[in-house]
Structures are given as C-alpha cells and as structure tokens.
C-alpha cells in the first residue's frame, strides 16, 4: 500500500511550483510601486510567511478543482496536501532569501 505522500506528492508538487511563481511575482509587481527607487526585496515579506500562504492558497485550489473528495478517497488529508504545497516553496524562498540577502 501507498503511502498518501507518494500518491500526492507528484501530482502537487508541479502545481504548487507554479504557484509560487505566480505568487512571487504578484508581490514583487505589488511592491514595484512602493519601492520609491529602492530595491523591491526591501519589501519582501517574510519567507515563512510565504511559505504558509502557498499552503493555504494551495488548499484553495484543491477546493476550486472540487479535487477533495477525490484526495480523500485515496487516504490523503488535508495536512498532508498543505504540506506538499508548503514544500514546494521552501528551496525558492530558500535561494531568494541567499540573494536578496
């Protein structure tokens, strides 16, 4: 038997890449005017802040498809697909964090 993590993880973990990037670039186009000519990573919020919004914003989406159902008739929980999402955004952060740093 499958652990929920195998089944999950190579159908989310695409989609929360995508995600992210989508994310990150919606803040940084948000923070773009209020940078007053300074560099738009002084108004970066927060990696674990992110980190946790990709999480929830992930389990939104699982949501909207209707997909949870479907999750939950192949044994995975919602903690297991917040974490897959989260997941997926910690080595990103992880480098925008070494350079803009």
């Known amino acids: 038997m499958r652990s929920s993590i195998s089944i999950a993880a190579p159908v989310i973990i695409p989609r929360a890449l995508v995600l992210w990037g989508l994310t990150r670039l919606l803040l940084l186009l948000a923070a773009l005017p209020l940078a007053d000519g300074g560099s738009p990573g002084a108004l970066s919020p927060p990696a674990i802040g992110?980190?946790?919004l990709i999480g929830l914003v992930g389990l939104v989406d699982v949501?909207?498809?209707?997909?949870?159902?479907?999750?939950?008739?192949?044994?995975?929980?919602p903690g297991v697909l917040l974490a897959c999402y989260a997941a997926?955004?910690?080595p990103g952060e992880a480098v925008i964090a070494l350079v803009l740093r």
């Open 50 to 52: 992110i980190v946790l």
């Open 63 to 77: 949501l909207a498809r209707r997909e949870r159902m479907l999750w939950a008739n192949l044994g995975v929980t």
């Open 88 to 90: 997926a955004a910690v």
